[in-house]
């Protein structure tokens, strides 16, 4: 996989699968652009990083409205951007009984509606370079179910339809549009959710993965896999990243 | 918030007849108190009171009143037997 001269845009850049995606593209010899709310965080992701011609963003993505404009500006500055990854996401452990509107659309607004505002920003003229690559981030529990998560759960699913509908409609433009599904990883997205699982539930869904829990470096193998022109002809995919979870 | 209502809260999150549970029952006597209700538990905890307990401390309590007691002085009074 190569990456040299292109820039690839990160969300969610300050932790877990998004700040591992941002220093394998790196590596690989991207120029990332860092999306997150944490400046310090991710300046930390930004001194992590392999080359040079990098920036970090601070930018609220609940604003997805604003995003197109925003993606504008940076495009302006940056260059065209050849990939951009949504990794930023919400996740909330919460039964249906207690399972209120508001963290709904709160997850809804960050999972699904700014994946959304982004596609919108990168299709736009001069923002993404042709043949760029998008590449959601969904989750296996939108493939297959697990209790207590409806709303993430909703959110991920809907992100798998979304690849689809977007691959459909942005190929002619040369856009590839794709997601992974990744199992539990140890981020601390998935630390804040073990704290509210006894050792017993925590054992058991480790358990689920055949080959143990993953690694953010797991899934941004796969991501970098797919933004790069190793996946020239994959587009509307579906790539399940997740230790043996769905396999049984 | 008092005692009373969080009492009542706690009925509605387990669909029980409002006034139904006491600080003195236990919780392995109460139906549909399961691991599910125990993260709606910390869930309406969380959202409502703004504490955040662990499933730990949960394991440790036995009664109703135990339950309310995590919340330390977020309730307005003490429940009750």
New interface residues.
């Given amino acids: 996989m190569d990456l040299t001269g292109q820039t690839i845009l990160v969300t969610g850049a300050s932790s877990g699968i998004g700040r591992e995606t941002a220093r394998l593209c790196s590596q690989l010899g991207a120029r990332v652009v860092l999306v997150g709310r944490n400046q310090e965080r991710l300046a930390e992701t930004l001194r992590s990083l392999d080359g040079e011609g990098h920036r970090a963003e601070m930018f609220d993505l609940s604003s997805a409205d604003e995003i197109p404009r925003w993606l504008k500006s940076i495009s302006a500055s940056s260059g065209p951007l050849h990939g951009l990854v949504h990794s930023a996401g919400i996740h909330?452990?919460?039964?249906v009984?207690?399972l209120?509107s508001r963290t709904v659309e709160d997850v809804m607004r960050i999972n699904v509606g700014a994946a959304i505002g982004l596609a919108r920003g990168f299709c736009q003229r001069g923002v993404g370079a042709a043949g760029g690559s998008i590449v959601f981030l969904s989750s296996v529990t939108g493939l297959v179910g697990q209790?207590?998560i409806a709303a993430y759960a909703a959110s991920k699913g809907a992100i798998v339809a979304l690849t689809r509908a977007l691959a459909v409609e942005l190929a002619p433009e040369r856009i590839r549009v794709n997601c992974v599904a990744p199992g539990v990883v140890t981020t601390p997205l998935w630390q804040g959710v073990l704290?509210?699982?006894?050792?017993e539930?925590g054992a058991a869904l480790e358990a689920m993965h055949l080959l143990g829990l993953g690694s953010a470096r797991d899934v941004s193998y796969a991501i970098a896999f797919l933004i790069a022109g190793t996946a020239r002809w994959i587009t509307g995919a579906v790539l399940v990243v997740d230790g043996g979870y769905t396999a049984h | 918030m008092q005692e009373k209502e969080f009492l009542s809260l706690l009925d509605e999150?387990l669909?029980l007849e409002q006034g139904a549970l006491k600080g003195s029952a236990t919780l392995e006597s109460i139906e549909g108190w399961n691991?599910?209700?125990?993260?709606?538990f910390?869930?309406?905890v969380d959202?409502r009171f703004g504490v955040s307990v662990?499933?730990?401390q949960i394991?440790k309590c036995t009664t109703v009143a135990d339950l309310v007691g995590l919340l330390g002085d977020r309730i307005g009074a003490e429940v009750r037997a």
């Avoid at chain 1, 704290?195 to 050792?199: A, G």
């Avoid at chain 2, 691991?35 to 709606?40: M, N």
């Fill in positions: 909330r452990l919460r039964p009984r207690v209120g209790a207590g704290e509210m699982l006894t050792p539930q | 999150l669909e691991s599910l209700a125990v993260i709606s910390m869930a309406l959202e662990q499933p730990r394991a």
